[in-house]
């Protein structure tokens, strides 16, 4: 495979198996149930999965589900269904929760080691004391208390005579460390919430910091890799894995994580846009979700694949969008079944063509795949085209419509248009046009040529659908003073446009995706569609000045 995503990752996993260090790769993806994943979270997939599986190695999916806040079990079951259809079977499927008895015997051998003590500062105080990177920071008042002061303390917050925010329990390592994540960081806090697992079991829950490394080792977890901004922490993770005396030894890698151009790409931004209903959900086409881009029509090669290109490194950078639109066309292109659709409709009339008669044509469904075969379209004397395929006074190299010129029509006929019909307001509301029977596509005429050709849909047969257009759903990401990202939502990002599409199109299932001859590609709906109206969804136009 082209599997450059995990090159400077692999060099030390390869190098951690020849020196013995490992004798098996064992990773996890670990989100936290707090809303729904997005193409960020697809690279961590992709480069977790792809990685332990290169080397024969273990994949866990685990819920990193310690603050009962803001999780929830519908969350829980979106990332399952977000992960398999990405096409990847996770190992063992566990939750930080279910280590929760596990992880406060720790923190007992922590205060019993004299390494940890509950502390009466307020969260305001502790950030007070902690100082800066060019203060050293403050002891607690609270730092020598005696270990049986300690464990009766932490006993007693586990059983609920405290209030939230009233005592913490904090590592006890060093106030005076260059780096801030090491003075004395609080490992569990107080919170009177029930939770999505274990219910209202524990009042007391453990800091990421002191949760993540321990689920990690308790999982066997060789190598955890994380995003950059996690790097400060490496030290925390490597002392909370030696002092707990954790069996395994996982090891932290960092990695950059994706950006993209002109795409939110957090949680809690998303989910904002969602609570504020600035969107039709977590899955509306818009969003970069993985839900929202399958809703939209992606498919998971297509992600899989833009994963895979754009790799990993350790440096920030911000991947163009246009990338991952490129790596959907590529995987439609053999896929998608060719058809014609009708977006904004023009009625045509053919004054030559026998009235009451329809043909059938043949048209191929995939040029490009030719084993996908043919499908039969009819004609008549009444069609739909684009009304931007035609202009009453049109510009130099206008090769579409216009009185007096000819035009191909896809699989069909050529015809000429002759005469306008125009609305009281001198719109044009109808063409009336000459068909020549001798020009029918597939006979291999070459009598004259002509320049354009044009997709249209027979009238009488055609099916009403409806298509959704998308444009970014953030304009301009630029911050300014006192504007959030929510000043800069594109008012035009969704446009409903009401068309036509073939008759064989009825048997469109949610889901499946078309190459729209002239348009770009499309999905069906699966939110929106129902038996009588099929809408479809713009994937991506067909064109584009991207180049890999
Ligand atoms: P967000 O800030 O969007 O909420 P998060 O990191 O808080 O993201 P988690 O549920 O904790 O969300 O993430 C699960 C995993 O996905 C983590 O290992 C995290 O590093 C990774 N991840 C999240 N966002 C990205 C991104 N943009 N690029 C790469 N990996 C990401
Ligand atoms: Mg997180
Ligand atoms: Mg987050």
């Known amino acids: 495979s082209t599997n450059n995503s995990s090159n400077f990752i692999k060099h030390i996993v390869t190098e951690d198996l020849k020196s013995g260090r490992n004798d098996e790769v064992v990773t996890r993806f670990p989100p936290e149930p707090n809303g729904y994943l997005h193409i960020g979270h697809a690279k961590s997939i992709v480069l977790n999965f792809e990685l ?203 990695f950059a994580r994706l950006n993209l151009t002109n795409t939110i790409m957090s949680k809690r931004n998303l989910k904002q846009l969602v609570d504020e209903n600035v969107v039709d959900g977590w899955d509306d086409p818009r969003m970069p979700t993985i839900s929202g881009l399958r809703r939209r029509g992606f498919t998971p090669e297509s992600i899989r694949n833009f994963c895979r290109e754009i790799g990993v490194a350790r440096s920030y950078s911000t991947v163009d969008v246009q990338m991952l639109e490129h790596f959907v066309r590529e995987d439609l292109k053999l896929k998608a079944p060719r058809t014609m659709g009708i977006i904004k409709p023009l009625k045509v009339v053919i004054t030559n063509y026998p009235e009451g008669q329809v043909e ?20 008549s004397r009444e069609i739909y085209i684009e009304q931007e395929d035609f202009m009453e006074d049109p510009p130099k190299k206008y090769f579409r419509l216009f009185p007096g010129n000819e035009v191909r029509l896809k699989h069909a006929y050529f015809i000429k248009c002759e005469e306008m019909i125009k609305d009281e307001n001198g719109n044009v509301v109808e063409l009336r046009c000459t068909y020549d029977p001798e020009t029918k596509s597939g006979t291999g005429f070459t009598g004259r040529k002509v320049k354009g050709t044009l997709h249209w849909v027979e009238a009488t047969n055609a099916v009403p659908a409806e298509f959704r257009l998308y444009n970014p759903l953030i304009l301009d990401e630029d911050k300014e003073e006192g504007k959030t990202f929510l000043d800069h939502v594109n008012p035009n990002s969704l446009e409903i446009l009401k068309g036509f599409v073939e008759p064989n199109m009825t048997e469109a299932k949610a889901n499946d995706k078309f190459q729209f001859f002239r348009h770009g590609y499309f999905n069906v709906d699966p939110k929106h569609t129902t038996a009588d109206q099929l809408v479809f969804n713009l994937i991506v136009s067909l064109k584009s000045s991207f180049k890999l």
């Open 360 to 379: 059938m044509l043949d048209a191929e469904i995939n040029p490009e795949n030719p084993e996908m075969g043919t499908r039969q379209i009819p004609f």
């Open 52 to 254: 332990a599986d290169e080397y024969k190695g273990k994949t866990n999916l685990r819920f990193d589900d310690t603050n009962p806040l803001k999780e929830d079990q519908e969350f829980v079951d979106s990332i399952k269904e977000d992960v398999t259809w990405l096409g990847y079977d996770w190992d063992g499927l566990f939750y930080a929760s279910n280590y929760f008895d596990e992880m406060y015997e720790r923190a007992v051998l922590l205060i019993k080691k004299g390494l940890a003590y509950v502390d009466d500062l307020t969260a305001e105080q502790i950030r007070e004391y902690r100082g800066t990177l060019t203060e050293p920071g403050k002891e607690s008042p609270n730092r020598n208390r005696s270990v049986e002061e300690n464990l009766d303390l932490f006993e007693r917050m586990k059983n609920g005579e405290f209030g939230n925010g009233e005592k913490v329990l904090r590592a006890k390592i060093d106030m005076e460390s260059p780096n801030l994540n090491m003075r004395d960081p609080v490992l569990y806090r107080i919170s009177h919430t029930t939770h999505h697992n274990t219910g209202d079991k524990w009042c007391i829950y453990p800091m990421y910091d002191f949760a993540h490394p321990l689920g990690d080792a308790i999982e066997g977890v060789t190598h955890s890799i994380c995003t950059l901004e996690f790097e400060d922490h490496r030290p925390l993770y490597n002392w909370v894995v030696e002092h707990c005396e954790m069996e395994a030894t996982p090891k932290q890698i960092e």
